[in-house]
C-alpha cells in the first residue's frame, strides 16, 4: 500500500512541477561552452536535482553528455530518477543520494562508465540551484510551510538529523536567536527567543501551527504589515539550520571548482544574501593572482586557475520571472577553470 502511495505521488510530483525550472535557458547557455567543447567526454552534475527539470533538460539538449545528479532527499532523488528514465535518458543519468559537497566522494567511490569518464576527464558543467525545492514545499508533512499546519521536521533528507522541532526544544535562548538573527536576517531574533523558550516549558513545540501562533503575538503589529509573511524569516532560518546549509556550501564551492576538467564550468543560483556572499568570496578568492600585489608583471606560475564568466551576481529578466515567480530572489554567478593545477606549474605560465 504505502509502495503504490509513493509511485502515486511520484507521478503527481512530475505533472506538478511539469513548469519551466528556475532560470532554465540561462544557465544552460552558461554551461554550453564548457559541456560542447568536451564532447563525448562531458560530464555534467546537478548538485541540487530536486524534480529533475534541469537535468532532464540538459540531457536533452547536449545529447553527448552524461549527468551525475545529487540529492540528500531520496524521495525527490526516486522521483527524478523514475522522470529521467521516463525521457528515455536514463542510460546517461548517475543518480547519487548525498548532499551536494559530496563530489568528490561520489567520484572516489561510484562506479561505472559515467563516474570513470569524470575521473578521466573531470566535470565539465555543474550546477548548484541552492534552496530549497518547491517540490519539497509541497509536501506538507515535511514542515517547510508557514502557510499549514504540520510537524516541525524541515529536513531535506528526512532518514537523518535533527527536526526544526529539535532546534526549538533544545537550543538556548543565545543560541535560538543566533539561528534567526544570522540566517534569517530577524529584527526580533531576541524576543522570539524568549517567547519560545517561555512557551517550551510548558508544552514542548511539535507543529508549525503553533509557532506561527507564537510569531504573531511576539511581532510588533506594525512590523508585521511590511515585509511578507511575519513567519518567513523564522522558517527561513530554522531550515537553514537543520540541514546545515551554509556549511554544505561553503564544502561544496572548493569541492566541484576543484573538480572541474580544463575549460569546465560551474554555475551557482543563490536565493539568499548568505549563499550570495559565500559564493562571490570563494570566486573571488580563486580568480586571484598569487603574485604579491605592487609588482609591475605577473610573475610566472602565479596566475588563478579560473576566470569569472558572469560579472557581478545576474539576476532574472521580468520574463524569467513570468516563466517561473521563484526565479525573482535568483542571484547567479559563473567561473570556469581555465587550466588544471598540474598545467599552472609549466614555467612561464599556462599557454
Same mark, same amino acid.
Given at each position: 500500500m504505502e509502495e503504490h502511495k509513493h509511485a502515486e505521488y511520484g507521478e503527481r510530483l512530475a505533472e506538478n512541477h511539469g513548469h519551466v525550472p528556475v532560470l532554465r535557458d540561462r544557465v544552460t547557455a552558461l554551461l554550453a561552452p564548457a559541456v560542447e567543447s568536451a564532447g563525448d567526454r562531458a560530464v555534467i552534475v546537478d548538485g541540487t536535482l530536486g524534480a529533475g527539470g534541469h537535468a532532464e533538460h540538459f540531457l536533452r539538449v547536449?545529447?553527448?553528455?552524461?549527468?551525475?545528479?545529487?540529492?540528500? #532527499?531520496?524521495? *525527490?532523488?526516486? &522521483?527524478? %530518477?523514475?522522470?529521467?528514465? !521516463?525521457?528515455?535518458?536514463?542510460?546517461?543519468? $548517475?543518480?547519487?543520494?548525498?548532499?551536494? #559537497?559530496?563530489? +568528490?566522494?561520489?567520484?572516489?567511490?561510484?562506479?561505472?562508465?559515467? =563516474?570513470? /569518464?569524470?575521473?578521466?576527464?573531470?566535470?565539465?558543467?555543474?550546477?548548484?540551484?541552492l534552496g530549497v525545492? *518547491?517540490?519539497?514545499?509541497?509536501?506538507?508533512?515535511?514542515?517547510?510551510?508557514? /502557510?499549514?499546519?504540520?510537524?516541525?521536521?524541515?529536513?531535506?533528507?528526512?532518514?537523518?538529523?535533527?527536526?526544526?522541532? #529539535? =532546534?526549538? &526544544?533544545?537550543?538556548?535562548?543565545?543560541?535560538?536567536? +543566533?539561528?534567526?538573527? %544570522? $540566517?534569517? #536576517?530577524? !529584527?526580533?531574533?531576541?524576543?522570539?527567543?524568549?517567547? =519560545?523558550?517561555?512557551?517550551? @516549558?510548558?508544552?514542548?513545540? *511539535?507543529?508549525?501551527?503553533?509557532?506561527? @501562533?507564537?510569531? $504573531?503575538?511576539?511581532?510588533?503589529?506594525?512590523?508585521?504589515?511590511?515585509?511578507?509573511?511575519?513567519? +518567513?524569516?523564522t522558517f527561513q532560518a530554522l531550515r537553514v539550520e537543520v540541514n546545515e546549509e551554509l556549511a554544505s556550501l561553503a564544502a561544496a564551492l572548493p569541492a566541484i571548482t576543484s573538480s572541474l576538467g580544463s575549460g569546465g564550468r560551474a554555475v551557482f543560483m543563490s536565493y539568499q544574501s548568505h549563499e550570495d556572499r559565500l559564493v562571490k568570496r570563494h570566486f573571488a578568492e580563486v580568480t586571484a593572482s598569487a603574485t604579491p600585489p605592487g609588482l609591475p608583471v605577473e610573475l610566472p606560475g602565479t596566475q588563478p586557475n579560473f576566470r569569472l564568466i558572469t560579472r557581478g551576481a545576474q539576476k532574472a529578466t521580468d520574463r524569467e520571472i513570468d516563466d517561473n515567480p521563484r526565479a525573482a530572489p535568483v542571484r547567479v554567478r559563473a567561473i570556469e577553470r581555465i587550466r588544471t593545477d598540474a598545467e599552472s606549474t609549466i614555467p612561464g605560465g599556462y599557454q
Open positions: 547536449f545529447p553527448q553528455a552524461v549527468l551525475m545528479g545529487f540529492d540528500r #532527499d531520496p524521495a *525527490s532523488l526516486d &522521483n527524478a %530518477t523514475r522522470r529521467i528514465h !521516463r525521457a528515455g535518458l536514463g542510460e546517461r543519468f $548517475y543518480p547519487v543520494h548525498a548532499r551536494y #559537497d559530496q563530489v +568528490k566522494e561520489a567520484l572516489e567511490r561510484g562506479e561505472g562508465a559515467i =563516474v570513470e /569518464r569524470a575521473r578521466a576527464h573531470g566535470i565539465a558543467g555543474a550546477l548548484y540551484d525545492s *518547491s517540490m519539497q514545499l509541497d509536501q506538507v508533512e515535511r514542515g517547510f510551510a508557514y /502557510r499549514v499546519d504540520a510537524p516541525l521536521d524541515m529536513r531535506m533528507d528526512p532518514t537523518s538529523g535533527r527536526t526544526a522541532a #529539535d =532546534v526549538l &526544544n533544545t537550543y538556548s535562548h543565545g543560541e535560538l536567536a +543566533k539561528v534567526l538573527k %544570522t $540566517y534569517g #536576517d530577524e !529584527r526580533f531574533a531576541g524576543k522570539i527567543a524568549s517567547a =519560545v523558550v517561555r512557551e517550551r @516549558e510548558k508544552e514542548p513545540f *511539535s507543529t508549525s501551527g503553533r509557532l506561527v @501562533e507564537l510569531l $504573531y503575538a511576539t511581532i510588533p503589529a506594525a512590523a508585521r504589515r511590511t515585509g511578507g509573511h511575519p513567519a +518567513k524569516r
